[in-house]
């Protein structure tokens, strides 16, 4: 099995400002294995340092290491690669490029979608939610506008950045009352911190808070303290977060998880113990967002998903866009068709 590594640099239309810092390109590692018949499976790594502390250099080095196996390997056994993989890499980003493009490759010998070969029954569309980038009042409400339009039935802002109250309360103005709202603070705030803004944000009233302070223990802590859902995001890949349920509902994302294999069992172990499961991107590429789609459709998540984030990207068409506020799974065999072609274009 030949493997190829590359790096591909993609820009934002504007700056995504969160409580971990600020981004404005991104850095996508493509990972390609192909077999003895010619076929290709794609996947990507998509690590974001400010945000989950893995850097390219990581992802690069373990990936170097994963090539050395899979190009040994006689014959695709999905499973077994990825065991050996994970065995070489400690580095989840790096390990879902390779489950991404060994999923793509094995749907591709199959002739079949992911989707399918994951269980699912259909290609159902996943609702998602719209992601709010300005940080500012008017231009947050601005987007909360064109979202309701668009027909997204969710929005979402981060918090803990600038003038949260006066921003989240023109957002409700123009989304009016039946949209959900969701904030995500990204462990920014303190105890304190938290109780007292989730308080003042109230009146706006939310769906849900993800990671408003940081670890599970305090999340648990601030849970019997307020009223409002709180969700794990980042914590969820602290040893023990899932044991147990420390909270209403759990974030869970391809990169982090190890791919799509790692996110399905994360969500089974989550779902055993009372959690509300939902999918979110770290400003993946459409590899990394088709996966997530047709994990899905497996998993079937009550919640909206925060995979609508494709229409970020500056110059590069989005190939998977949202429609009243729902993402079909691509169609093809593997992850989808084309998806190649995003990551071709300069
Ligand atoms: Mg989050």
Redesign the pocket.
Known sequence: MRVGIELVRARLRAPFVAGWGEVEERELVVVSVHDSAGRVGYGEAAPLEPYDGVSVEDVLGELERCRELLTRARALDRAELLAQCAEASVVPQALAAVDLALWDLAGREAGRPVWALLGAAAPDPVTVNYTIAASDRAGAAAEAGAARAAGFRCLKAKVGVGDDAGRLAAVRAVAGPELAIRV?A?GAWSLAEALATLRVLAPVGLELC??PVRGYEEIERLSSLVGVRLAL??SAEQAGALDRRRCHAV?LKVGRCGGISGLLAAARRARKVGYDVYL?SALDGPLGIAAALHAACSLAPARAC?LATLSMFAGRPDPLPARAGQIAPPTGAGLGDGLIDWYRRS
């Open positions: 995500d990204n993800e990671e995001d980042e974030c979110a925060g």
